[in-house]
């Protein structure tokens, strides 16, 4: 059976590598994104994955966003909360702004998207719903109030959600990625990823993308289906959750 997966924040970064993951086992994607129109152009015509702009912290657009991808390509079966930003600032220099933007895009999206998808795949008794946590939500990190707040939410909505839909054949379960070379970490200043993260992962190294597009792989596969509310972590060592 070809199974649906929508992919947030899926045509840049870790959320690229997933959506061409997910094609690779057969699945008929579709990406989300944000504001990057020339990335996104640029990544349906390589890969031939069909893009869909739109705000993940907005219900409304959201909603929207679901109906037109159900409309033009058909239930979502998978859906892999993925989109993320970050405004890191220690706490007292952090503005409102800063965190409303993040927890909107981080964390707000992951209700939005979900609620959008649950009464079909309550409907149909399947559905896969995986979030993309982060390390930082696990163990906390410096400039990142904002973000490790979200990203902490993200393990609690996916443990609550679980436990409301395993009857259903739904299983909801998130990722937490450490530090993966992305356009994201690569924003970090150069001497604090030399000298506070990197002497920090035991495997001595950034992790790729497309190691994260294979934890989703499986947990998005039939196979996976006795495992719910858990939270996968992929960090190269550095935390031991
Ligand atoms: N641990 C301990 N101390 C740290 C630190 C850290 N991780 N990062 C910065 N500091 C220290 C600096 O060394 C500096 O100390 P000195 O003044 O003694 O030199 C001090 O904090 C700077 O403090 P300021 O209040 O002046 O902070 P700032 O306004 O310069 O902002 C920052 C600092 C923006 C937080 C910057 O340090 C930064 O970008 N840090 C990286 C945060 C980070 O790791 N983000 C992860 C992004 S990737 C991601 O989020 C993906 C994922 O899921 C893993």
Not at 64 to 90: C, F, H, Q, S, Y
Not at 105 to 114: H, K, Q
Not at 173 to 186: D, F, L, S, W
Request: with cysteine.
């Amino acid at each position: 059976m070809t199974r649906i997966a929508l992919v947030t924040g899926g045509a840049r970064g870790i959320g690229r590598a997933i959506s061409l993951a997910l094609k690779d086992t057969g699945a008929t994607v579709a990406a989300n994104y944000g504001g990057n129109d020339a990335a996104a152009k640029a990544f349906k015509t390589e890969t031939g994955i069909p893009v869909f702009k739109f705000d993940v912290g907005d219900f409304d657009a959201c909603k929207e966003g679901i109906a037109t991808i159900e409309a033009e390509i058909g239930a979502i079966d998978i859906l892999v909360n993925n989109a993320g930003i970050t405004r890191d600032k220690p706490l007292h220099k952090m503005d409102p702004e800063h965190w409303q933007a993040v927890i909107d895009t981080n964390l707000t999206s992951a209700f939005n998207l979900t609620r959008g998808v649950i009464d079909g795949m309550r409907e149909r008794g399947f559905g896969r719903i995986i979030s993309i946590s982060s390390i930082n939500g696990q163990k906390g990190q410096f400039g990142q109030a904002n973000y490790a707040a979200a990203k902490a939410g993200l393990i609690g909505f996916t443990k609550a959600v679980a436990l409301e839909t395993a009857s259903k054949g739904i299983t909801v379960n998130a990722i937490a990625p450490g530090y993966i070379a992305t356009e994201m970490v690569k924003a970090v200043p150069e001497k604090i990823i030399n000298t506070k993260i990197l002497p920090f992962i035991p495997v001595g190294r950034l992790g790729e993308p497309e190691e994260i597009g294979r934890c989703v792989v499986f947990l998005a596969s039939d196979d996976a289906g006795f495992i719910t509310g858990s939270t996968l972590t992929a960090n190269g060592g550095q935390y031991m959750a």
